[in-house]
């Protein structure tokens, strides 16, 4: 039982392990955002409301057929003079019990308002589902910068691990050049005092990491408590952004967006127009009418009569005045679509300037980049030439802290570069209607 336990306990460790050890791409964080993040499901959420909208609205066309019932006890019933050959009589009318149950119907045959809201309920769901497009959209540019700076943070502690083993051996190398006395004291001190700098900022970044890593949980709706790690390939510099041939405002979201409210507001200026044409529909009822002295409990039962009665009509409603009111509401509804095509004149010039920017920061990006490459590989050699010429009496202590200091602040500057780049990227990609590729 105990080699079980213990067979059991590694393999439960193996997967453990394997779980903290799972890397989490871009495209794999994406997607889980949109499956998990709040805005994502309440975005999908609006889309089936809209079918729901669109059945509400079909049903004011669809007939309504209702039953009613009634049941009235008369205690004082109502007399009436009546003259017979000029006599007077007193008639009581009616009895004192009176039952009704019937059905009716009610069909529209012509109402362009109820009509139009069809139409509209059915564009409403397509803007729902543009709505959602653009949301995830916006998640997927929330996800991706944020995991970004996680990769960068993540960049930038291996440089400063790499920076603290490197100080870390230079430290012993003058420790040990002290006890031989071949160096300073001030030399050691001064070297422990940038160790201990070092330290430091190891220590920031694993804390900002941290936060970091918890920050893109939450964008993408995952547990706090999960583990995940980054593929070293995610600051790769790809090509998929970098066609910029063709005008892309066509297919950004907010253009769509903007195009289906048009359309929205042009079928609730037609709706307003359609209150004041005329209303054409059909009614029809059947029913019971029982009456009598006793309760009117069923048809064979003494003393109660019953009858039945139908009808079947045409309702026609021609609105002739109204004191303008149709009018001023085509008017408000035509200056709002008015008001949203200057709205959307102006997202267009901001698209437009969008993708302009963005093109002139991906370049500027590429050269900082290169350029950054270039100072990283120069630092490490005169890092290594100093270092070198140190051991042998050549270069001072300051010399040597110095090029250190340089090698770091290199690796760092290409790593903001580089990061620099991506979110260049990603606001080039937005700026030509292509988030939905990241996913």
């Given at each position: 039982m105990k080699r079980i336990l213990f067979v059991v306990a590694i393999l439960t460790g193996l997967t453990v392990s394997a779980q903290e050890n799972e890397q989490l791409s871009l495209k794999e964080a994406i997607n889980f955002a949109l499956k998990n993040k709040a805005e994502a499901i309440k975005a999908?959420?609006?889309?089936?409301?809209?079918?729901?909208?669109?059945?509400?609205?079909r049903a004011s066309a669809l007939p309504q057929i209702n039953a009613n019932g009634d049941l009235t006890y008369n205690p004082i019933l109502q007399q009436s003079a009546i003259d017979f050959g000029g006599v007077t009589q007193i008639i009581t009318m009616g009895q004192p019990w009176q039952s009704t149950a019937s059905v009716s119907l009610?069909?529209?045959?012509?109402?362009?308002?109820?009509?139009?809201?069809?139409?509209?309920?059915?564009?409403?769901?397509?803007?729902?589902?543009?709505?959602?497009?653009?949301?995830?959209?916006q998640v997927i540019e929330k996800v991706a910068n944020s995991y970004y700076e996680v990769y960068k943070t993540k960049s930038q502690l291996k440089t400063t691990e790499l920076n603290l083993a490197n100080t870390s051996r230079v430290r012993d190398v003058i420790a040990d050049l002290h006890r031989n006395g071949l160096a300073k004291k001030i030399d050691l001190d001064r070297t422990n005092v940038t160790l201990n700098n070092v330290k430091s900022t190891h220590l920031q970044l694993i804390n900002s990491l941290q936060l970091q890593e918890n920050a893109l949980k939450y964008l993408i709706g995952m547990d706090i408590n999960t583990t995940i790690n980054l593929p070293e390939s995610t600051f790769e510099i790809?090509?998929?952004?970098?066609?910029?041939?063709?005008?892309?405002?066509?297919?950004?979201?907010?253009?769509?967006?903007?195009?289906?409210?048009?359309?929205?507001?042009?079928?609730?200026?037609?709706?307003?127009?359609?209150?004041?044409?005329?209303?054409?529909?059909?009614?029809?009822?059947?029913?019971?009418?029982?009456?009598?002295?006793?309760?009117p409990w069923f048809q064979s039962y003494p003393?109660?009569?019953?009858?039945?009665?139908?009808?079947?009509?045409?309702?026609?409603?021609?609105?002739?005045?109204?004191?303008?009111?149709?009018?001023?509401?085509?008017?408000?509804?035509?200056?709002?679509?008015?008001?949203?095509?200057?709205?959307?004149k102006d997202t267009q010039l901001a698209l437009d300037l969008?993708?302009?920017?963005?093109?002139?920061?991906?370049?500027?990006?590429?050269?900082?980049?290169?350029?950054?490459?270039?100072?990283?590989?120069?630092?490490?050699?005169?890092?290594?030439?100093?270092?070198?010429?140190?051991?042998?009496?050549?270069?001072?202590?300051?010399?040597?802290?110095?090029?250190?200091t340089s090698y770091t602040d290199a690796q760092n500057n290409l790593t903001n570069a580089l990061l620099s780049y991506k979110l260049a990227e990603i606001q080039l990609i937005k700026s030509k209607g292509e988030l939905k590729s990241l996913n």
């Open positions: 999908n959420l609006e889309v089936k409301n809209s079918e729901l909208k669109i059945s509400e609205v009610n069909q529209q045959l012509f109402n362009l308002a109820v009509f139009t809201g069809l139409k509209a309920a059915k564009t409403t769901r397509e803007f729902y589902q543009i709505n959602a497009d653009l949301t995830n959209e790809t090509a998929n952004a970098f066609s910029t041939d063709g005008d892309f405002t066509d297919n950004r979201t907010e253009i769509k967006l903007l195009e289906k409210q048009t359309e929205l507001l042009e079928l609730n200026k037609k709706a307003t127009r359609a209150e004041g044409l005329p209303s054409l529909s059909l009614k029809a009822s059947y029913g019971y009418l029982g009456i009598g002295e006793e309760f003393g109660a009569y019953w009858s039945d009665y139908s009808a079947i009509g045409l309702n026609l409603n021609i609105p002739i005045f109204n004191g303008g009111v149709v009018r001023s509401k085509t008017k408000q509804a035509q200056i709002q679509i008015d008001m949203l095509e200057a709205d959307k969008d993708f302009k920017n963005a093109v002139a920061q991906i370049n500027n990006s590429l050269i900082a980049v290169n350029t950054q490459k270039e100072n990283v590989t120069l630092a490490k050699e005169v890092l290594s030439n100093i270092e070198n010429n140190y051991k042998n009496g050549l270069s001072s202590l300051t010399d040597l802290l110095d090029a250190e």
